[in-house]
């Protein structure tokens, strides 16, 4: 037995118990040997009930807890089914929420991650586009310098030979 379905079961036990000592309290100089048998049989009833309707609980706990360790560890496509109507069906659909809402967050940031990734790469072709032009314009150009220096040394050969 869990510690949760121990921690559920004992206050159910308790409430039950000391409901039925309040009967006896009120009634006790008409009990009989009889009434006796009577309220062993309900005390190991309210203590069966009790331990049932802890393992009741503990087992929907538990089924939320397992599937919340999934989540946290990156299964986002774990979810919770249970089969109840009461506060702990409303946190599984809580949990379910807000699995399906962290899926689509994964979801958006990975096609944000893939545009930036995109755009990325288009600015960068076109820096690379514009570094190679510039390149062959200093290349054309130093070209150009070379030609000039070289007949500008051959005008100075020339008027010095003069």
């Given at each position: 037995?869990?510690?949760?379905?121990?921690?559920?079961?004992?206050?159910?036990?308790?409430?039950?118990?000391?409901?039925?000592?309040?009967?006896?309290?009120?009634?006790?100089?008409?009990?009989?040997?009889?009434?006796?048998?009577?309220?062993?049989?309900?005390?190991?009833?309210?203590?069966?009930?009790?331990?049932?309707?802890?393992?009741?609980?503990?087992?929907?706990?538990?089924?939320?807890?397992?599937?919340?360790?999934?989540?946290?560890?990156?299964?986002?496509?774990?979810?919770?089914?249970?089969?109840?109507?009461?506060?702990?069906?409303?946190l599984a659909?809580?949990?379910?929420?807000?699995?399906?809402?962290?899926?689509?967050?994964?979801?958006q940031k990975?096609?944000?991650?893939?545009?930036?990734?995109?755009?990325?790469?288009?600015?960068?072709?076109?820096?690379?586009?514009?570094?190679?032009?510039?390149?062959?314009?200093?290349?054309?150009?130093?070209?150009?310098?070379?030609?000039?220096?070289?007949?500008?040394?051959?005008?100075?050969?020339?008027?010095?030979?003069k």
């Amino acid at each position: 037995m869990s510690k949760l379905t121990i921690k559920i079961a004992i206050p159910v036990i308790l409430v039950g118990i000391f409901a039925i000592l309040a009967f006896v309290s009120i009634s006790y100089q008409n009990i009989d040997k009889s009434f006796y048998v009577t309220i062993l049989l309900i005390v190991v009833f309210v203590f069966f009930s009790g331990i049932a309707i802890g393992q009741s609980i503990s087992k929907h706990v538990k089924k939320i807890l397992s599937k919340a360790v999934e989540l946290s560890q990156g299964n986002l496509s774990s979810r919770v089914d249970l089969d109840t109507k009461d506060e702990l069906a409303e946190l599984a659909k809580t949990f379910n929420k807000i699995a399906e809402d962290l899926k689509e967050s994964r979801v958006q940031k990975e096609d944000i991650e893939r545009s930036i990734g995109i755009k990325v790469k288009a600015k960068t072709n076109d820096l690379e586009e514009i570094i190679n032009a510039l390149e062959q314009k200093v290349k054309n150009r130093t070209i150009e310098l070379e030609r000039l220096i070289e007949e500008s040394n051959k005008l100075k050969e020339i008027s010095n030979n003069k």
